[in-house]
């Protein structure tokens, strides 16, 4: 528990800052059935973040770090809205669900290719990662040919811009976040990417897939992209190659530092993720609504990370361990996955 | 370890031969596809288009070099265009401009450096944070893309100096050609250079051997902001404006330069040259890209990914044999 206080710290103060300088911030009002409000805005607004760093949570648990999953939001965007665009049937709830299936069926491959080299060819994560970064958009500018496609299908729409009470990309990556949470925990799966994350060598000597595992996370990390990228582009009803998605793997890897998950791997917390990605929207929001221009929401992410990492260093923390020596210091692999995701 | 026992053996150049190769033959692709391609100027344009990388390409190799890597370089030469614009619009004089330019590079590459050494992070995260923090602060400056008007900082970026034969180059040229030079002098003569391959081969010897791994660890990091920071008055000399959108994803492909240009990704062995090398062949791609017409320019994109690729393999497989 004594990890997360940090990002609940922040993100509280976030919140109080929120209300002194607009006093209606939580109130929420009811339209046509559907939820209206700054927090649903908030939450909606960082679906997509939080979905892909759910699976950069699982990549970066077995020591990785996948930096194609921004261009890996971009390609599944283009792939449905050019599908949608181009079939007979553009209106069609069959074309829609077509048009993402396919879109999802590629992120697969795309997430079986990093896990490929990752896992097989054991090429340093980062590293193989940048392959698919460097040619992705590039692959996506390729599928639009450079052009903002723009598709008029509500089926599609209703993805990043539906509601059922609470907008659908909340509700969906909630769901993303609640399966993960269950599988996780319920099952050994938790344990074993985190055994592979401590030393992918020991525990394939213990027994453990360390290859099939880690091949999973990258596929599992894809397949989050592109869902997110499906509700990126669906919310706009365009597909922009150059710009869906652009700097959303720094969001990513950002939410699941803040959220306490260590990058040198072996334990993670997805609880930390949900916290990290809601301080990061909540941060974003309370720059925007402060009259900043958005763009300059980067240099507070920024000086947020240096803090962060400051905080997490090995240093800062012995600094701390020293002045407190009755806390003892967490040992990764002590810890059962029950008690890392809470 | 790999990599100092890579540095043992002959198959260590093979890598920057192999680049050499892929030079000429891209060159040569192009020269047989199209007419006036193998001309001397079409050549000195490689240099002129790609000075910027090829400066950014030589910072980035040092950091490679030590096994780091350095994600801000895009986003500080892109601070560097706004500051140089920025700068000269408010009335400022040029070698002012010029050295606030330069500071500004060294000192967040000063303190991304200490960052990493002092506070044991991983350089990838630091320099995350860093490029973050560039990319906001050209923000914080302008929203809006600044040009330059000041005749005397245009004349630098427009003047042309004659080589003979028809053939000419720009300043900038000169300034890669430069960093180059000093660059090679630092890596191959230097204390400060043995440092930096020592540092990537195995930083536990290097600490035992009592190098000073703390001071070179940071230094990699100041002299990839100071080039850096060159590249984006460089950048400012060729566009003449600054803005900060500038070089989006630039850092992707001085990375990508380095590594086609055989420089091992873990760390301890290769070449700056490499690295020039490297850059331009990603030069010429975008150039048959552009002589053919017909080819989108995303393509160079999806070639550089897929060289990429093919280097990293081949490092792969050289660790590889060289460990067992």
């Known amino acids: 528990m004594n990890r997360l206080w940090w990002p609940l710290g922040a993100l509280v103060a976030l919140l109080v800052l929120n209300v002194v300088v607009t006093p209606s911030f939580f109130s929420l009002r009811m339209q046509d059935g559907h939820l209206y409000g700054s927090v649903i805005d908030i939450l909606k607004n960082g679906a997509p973040t939080l979905l892909i760093a759910l699976g950069m949570t699982l990549v970066i648990a077995t020591r990785g770090i996948d930096l194609s999953v921004g261009a890996v939001v971009a390609i599944a965007a283009a792939v449905t809205c050019s599908y949608i665009a181009g079939s007979d049937d553009q209106g069609g709830a069959s074309t829609a669900l077509v048009g993402m299936a396919i879109s999802l069926g590629l992120c697969l491959v795309l997430g079986l290719w990093n896990g490929f080299l990752v896992a097989v060819l054991k090429i340093q994560p980062i590293v193989a990662t940048l392959v698919l970064m460097t040619a992705g958009r590039g692959i996506a500018m390729l599928i639009t040919d450079g052009q903002i496609i723009t598709v008029n299908n509500e089926t599609y729409r209703a993805v990043g811009a539906g509601f059922v009470l609470l907008p ?55 397949l989050c992209a592109g869902v997110a ?80 990492i400051l905080f997490q260093s090995p240093k800062v923390q012995s600094l701390f361990r020293r002045r407190r020596p009755a806390v003892p210091a967490p040992v990764a692999v002590d810890l059962t996955p029950q008690e890392v995701a809470r | 370890m790999t990599a100092l026992s890579v540095s043992r053996v002959p198959s260590r150049h093979l890598p920057v031969v192999a680049t050499f190769a892929l030079f000429v033959l891209t060159f040569g692709a192009g020269s047989v596809s199209f007419d006036n391609f193998a001309s001397g100027q079409v050549f000195a344009n490689l240099f002129i288009d790609n000075a910027h990388l090829i400066v950014l390409a030589v910072g980035m190799t040092f950091v490679i070099l030590t096994g780091g890597i ?42 991304m450096g200490l960052m990493i050494h002092k506070f044991d992070v991983q350089p990838f995260i630091v320099t995350l944070a860093g490029m973050f923090l560039a990319r906001g602060l050209c923000f914080v400056i302008s929203i809006e893309s600044i040009s330059i008007k000041d005749k005397s900082y245009r004349a630098l970026g427009m003047d042309r100096i004659a080589l003979g034969g028809g053939v000419s180059i720009t300043n900038n040229v000169l300034i890669a050609v430069v960093v180059l030079v000093v660059a090679m002098y630092v890596l191959h003569l230097t204390r400060f250079g043995r440092t930096v391959y020592a540092l990537g081969g195995s930083e536990p010897s290097a600490r035992l051997m009592g190098l000073k791994v ?43 330069a380095v590594v086609i240009g055989g420089t091992l990704l873990a760390g301890g062995a290769g070449y700056v040259l490499g690295s020039v090398v490297g850059a331009l062949v990603l030069g010429t791609i975008q150039t048959i890209i552009s002589f053919d017409g017909t080819l989108n320019s995303w393509w160079t994109k999806i070639v550089i990914g897929a060289l990429l690729l093919a280097f990293i393999v081949l490092h792969r497989l050289i660790v590889r044999r060289t460990a067992t």
């Not at chain 1, 938790?190 to 999973?216: D, Y």
């Not at chain 1, 990605?277 to 958005?294: D, F, H, N, R």
């Not at chain 2, 803005?243 to 990375?255: D, K, N, P, R, S």
Request: aromatic share 6%.
């Open chain 1, 168 to 222: 659908l990309a909340i509700l969906i990556s909630v769901a993303v976040l609640a399966i993960v949470a269950v599988v996780t925990r319920k099952t050994a799966l938790g344990l074993l990417i985190e055994a592979v994350g401590v030393n992918p060598e020991a525990s394939r000597l213990a027994g453990v897939q360390s290859r099939t595992i880690i091949w999973t996370v990258y596929v599992f990390a894809a």
């Open chain 1, 229 to 308: 990228g499906l509700m990126i582009s669906s919310n706009v009803s365009a597909a922009d190659a150059n710009n869906a998605g652009l700097w959303i793997e720094m969001d990513a890897i950002l939410a699941v530092v803040i959220g306490g998950t260590s990058l040198a791997g072996g334990r993670y917390s997805l609880t930390g993720t949900l916290l990290g990605a809601l301080v990061i929207q909540t941060l974003t929001t309370t720059v925007y609504t402060a009259g900043i221009a958005p763009e300059v929401t980067l240099v507070f992410k920024a000086v947020v990370v240096v803090i962060v």
């Open chain 2, 70 to 111: 350095d994600l801000s370089v895009g986003s500080v030469l892109a601070l560097s265009t706004m500051i140089a614009a920025a700068g000269v619009k408010a009335g400022w004089p040029v070698p002012l401009v010029i050295v606030v330019v330069l500071l500004t590079g060294s000192v967040l590459g000063l303190l």
């Open chain 2, 214 to 256: 703390g001071f070179t660890k940071v230094g990699v990091y100041v002299v990839s902001g100071f080039c850096s920071s060159l590249a984006g008055l460089v950048f400012s000399f060729y566009t003449a404006s600054g803005y900060g959108l500038h070089a989006v994803g630039m850092e992707l492909e001085a990375i990508a």
